[in-house]
């Protein structure tokens, strides 16, 4: 057996503070290797990256995602007794569940739908100019929510409701005061949605055929025929809702990518909406999103030479994966030309996990994530807004990353106009 390199300072817990998604693969190109040893919070963990790391993670049962992340972040993301916490049969039938309600054309396309309407509702006569991630984020939580089916009479404020999951997906990075604001903020939101799931069961409020509500709420059954307990259900509805204001982040990439590369522009303004997917793909595998993922051995086994003990915690390179330069030729140039798509379930575009998302534990909402991503090109290339120009950085030692400073977007003049037109024109009707 190959010893796996280690590191040479003692832990790496403040280097990867500090470097965040470059943490792994800044290391593995020092090492000359794809995978090492170090210590993160005093834990003995090894890095890894590329395609065959990526098919020991989402291929096969030699690990777990049991115990492989800090409490924390496990409680902010997922939280106990969640889909990603199951293996076996167990999660199976977990994921066949969440596959059920997110990977259907229908859904899908009901999902688009409410997002495009939300955006148009939200920027109607808007003349100010505003955020565009906080705007996404409120726009993406009423649009899931609805999709979900959680009816209005049920959802006193959607605002705060936003803020509460943006401050659960902003807090991930760093223990601290923020994470323990956005873990109550999680604790107050599965509240609220066991008493959606109370409503539903006890028959004080209906939940559309087909809606997420119903299946997760009422007709899911695990292996032994039981269905979810309010808590469980609660989890699991929140681990939707969450996910899909995460897409707010995508969204800003989208806007970013745009903006570095206006020819792009003006191909989908004047109609090239066969070429938005390999667009948007492309951000997702350039832009900063998850930066890795955890597992921990099930067995002990011979990874490319290299003995990994049962126990063994791991964290697989994402972020590093899809810039590797053996996979992805110049990797830190744009390129919509490579044509990727989350369809192939390949081991090398890793965005939100590897493989089949219907078998293995990668994320089920890449089909949502692409689709409202391709929404998203087309509401920002044409009326009613448009991106203000602004020179932005996006700083990597930031988990998750946003650019700094934000990117702001403003109504279009032409559309500003027309609802002025239109305001005198009603206002001498009367």
């Known amino acids: 057996m190959n010893a796996i390199p280690r590191t040479s300072s003692l832990d790496s817990t403040l280097a990867l503070h500090r470097e965040g998604y470059s943490f792994i693969s800044k290391r593995c190109d020092e090492l000359g290797t794809d995978i090492f040893r170090t210590r993160l919070m005093l834990h003995p963990v090894i890095c890894m990256r590329g395609e065959d790391a990526t098919r020991l993670f989402y291929e096969g049962g030699d690990v777990t995602r049991v115990g492989a992340m800090p409490s924390f972040v496990l409680r902010l993301l997922q939280d106990k007794d969640s889909v990603q916490q199951l293996d076996g049969e ?24 409410r997002f495009r309407q939300h955006w148009l509702d939200h920027f109607k006569g808007q003349e100010e100019d505003c955020d565009l991630r906080e705007a996404a984020n409120l726009i993406l939580t009423r649009a899931s929510a609805d999709w979900v089916g959680i009816p209005p009479l049920l959802r006193d404020d ?116 066969d070429e938005m997917e390999g667009f948007v793909e492309e951000v997702r595998r350039l832009y900063p999103f998850f930066p890795f993922v955890g597992a921990r051995v099930t067995r002990d086994i011979d990874w490319r030479g290299h003995m990994l003990r049962q126990g063994q915690w791991l964290l697989l390179d ?37 493989g089949r998302p219907e078998t293995g534990h990668r994320c089920p909402g890449e089909m949502i994530t692409s689709e409202i991503l391709k929404e998203t090109v087309k509401l920002l290339c044409r009326p009613p807004v448009e991106i203000i120009p602004w020179d932005a950085a996006i700083p990597l030692g930031a988990i998750p990353a946003s650019p700094v400073p934000p990117l702001r977007i403003a109504r279009r003049a032409a559309a500003v106009d027309g609802d002025r037109r239109a305001m005198h024109t009603n206002g001498g009707a009367k």
């Open 158 to 273: 959607d605002g705060k409701l936003a803020n509460r999951l943006a401050r659960m997906i902003d807090s991930t990075g760093v223990p601290g005061p923020a994470a323990w604001l956005a873990l109550l903020s999680r604790r107050s939101v599965e509240r609220w949605l066991r008493e959606v799931v109370v409503a539903l069961r006890e028959g004080s409020i209906e939940a559309g055929e087909g809606s997420a509500l119903k299946t997760i709420g009422l007709t899911h059954r695990d292996a032994h025929g039981r269905p979810l307990s309010h808590e469980t259900a609660a989890v699991e509805l929140l681990n939707l809702l969450r996910p899909i204001a995460a897409i707010s982040r995508w969204i800003v990439f989208v806007a970013h990518a745009l903006a570095r590369n206006p020819q792009w522009q003006e191909r989908f303004q004047r109609g090239h909406d």
């Open 90 to 113: 167990a999660h199976r039938r977990r994921k066949a569940m969440f596959v059920e309600v997110t990977m259907t054309e229908r859904a899908v396309t009901a999902m688009a739908e």
């Open 318 to 354: 994402l972020y590093g994966t899809t810039h590797d330069p053996r996979l992805f030729p110049a990797p830190e140039k744009f390129s919509a030309e490579r044509k990727l798509t989350w369809r192939d379930a390949d081991f090398r575009f890793i965005p939100q996990g590897g």
